[in-house]
């Protein structure tokens, strides 16, 4: 996932724009979720490049 901006995020692969957290004029600090880091990680084949801060063991028992 590459961030552009306002909490938004952009799959490289299709292109989907997802909204994550708030913009960023109100930062409160939330994060992704694991298990939705590890939904999204998943559906990228498991890639190290969206892991989103958080181990495989993390993302893997998350998926359980």
Known sequence: MEYI???NWEC???GRVIP???SDDDDDGES???YDA???WAS????EGYT???SEGELE???R
């Open 5 to 7: 901006g306002d909490g």
């Open 12 to 14: 490289p692969k299709c």
């Open 20 to 22: 994550f957290g708030e």
């Open 32 to 34: 992704l979720s694991v």
């Open 38 to 40: 590890a939904l999204i």
């Open 44 to 47: 990228n084949g498991k890639d």
């Open 52 to 54: 989103f801060g958080y």
């Open 61 to 63: 028992r998350a998926l």
